[in-house]
C-alpha cells in the first residue's frame, strides 16, 4: 500500500493525480476511490492507495482517504 496526498483534481473531468511519498505523480480516477465521493475529496488531503500498471503509466487504485490524527 502507498501513501500520499493529492495533488491535483480536475473535479468536472472526474480524476486527479495523487503525489506519493517516493516524490512521484500517479493518475487516479473517480471510479477508484473507496469509502469516499469524489467531489467530497480536496487537494492536499493524504490518502492510500495501490498502484497497477496502465498504458498510459501508473495508475492509483483502490484510493481510501487517510483521516488525520485526532489531537
Known amino acids: ?9 480536475v473535479k468536472d473531468r472526474g480524476f486527479g493525480f495523487i503525489s506519493d511519498t517516493d516524490g512521484r505523480e500517479v493518475f487516479f480516477h473517480q471510479s477508484s476511490i473507496l469509502d469516499s465521493q469524489f467531489n467530497a475529496l480536496q487537494e492536499e488531503q493524504s490518502v492510500e ?3 497497477e500498471k ?13 483521516a488525520a490524527p485526532q489531537a
Request: charged letters at 30%; zero cysteines; hydrophobic letters at 40%.
Open 54 to 66: 496502465s498504458p498510459k503509466g501508473p495508475r492509483a487504485v483502490n484510493v481510501r482517504v487517510v
Open 1 to 9: 500500500m502507498h501513501t500520499g496526498k493529492i495533488k491535483k483534481l
Open 49 to 51: 492507495f495501490e498502484v
